[in-house]
């Protein structure tokens, strides 16, 4: 593992790391989904909605380019909708193993 996958595998677990601390402090506030309602009824909170999901989107995208077994595409498509980027950095993170450099982490090729 060179340095850039190491550096690549440290940016993904960090920022799971972030976004489970921020899941943590979200709950005691209540149902992510009457959060997101109300977010919704707003214009910025709608188009902050429409930007997430064109992420998650884009990234799934990605998915099906690297990973080319169904039923572990159908596994991530179910984390993604789940938890969203935590998901995406877990996958990221997943790439990391065994790849030899920055190139294998983020295509299709592995050697």
């Given at each position: 593992?060179?340095?850039?996958?190491?550096a690549?595998?440290?940016?993904?677990?960090?920022?799971?790391a972030g976004?489970?601390?921020?899941?943590?402090?979200?709950?005691?506030?209540?149902?992510?989904v009457?959060?997101?309602?109300?977010?919704?009824?707003?214009?910025?909170g709608?188009?902050?909605?429409?930007?997430?999901?064109?992420?998650?989107?884009?990234?799934?995208?990605w998915?099906?380019?690297?990973?080319?077994?169904?039923?572990?595409?159908?596994?991530?498509?179910v984390l993604?909708l789940?938890?969203?980027n935590?998901?995406?950095?877990?996958?990221?993170?997943?790439?990391?193993?065994?790849?030899?450099?920055?190139?294998?982490?983020?295509?299709?090729?592995?050697?």
């Open positions: 593992m060179t340095r850039g996958v190491q690549v595998g440290l940016a993904a677990a960090l920022a799971a976004l489970i601390a921020g899941i943590v402090w979200a709950i005691p506030s209540g149902s992510v009457n959060a997101m309602i109300a977010m919704g009824r707003t214009p910025w709608a188009v902050t909605l429409v930007d997430l999901y064109v992420g998650f989107a884009i990234a799934y995208g998915i099906l380019v690297v990973e080319r077994r169904t039923w572990p595409r159908l596994g991530w498509l993604m789940s938890l969203g935590l998901a995406t950095a877990l996958f990221v993170m997943s790439r990391c193993f065994g790849a030899k450099s920055v190139a294998e982490v983020f295509t299709a090729t592995r050697s």
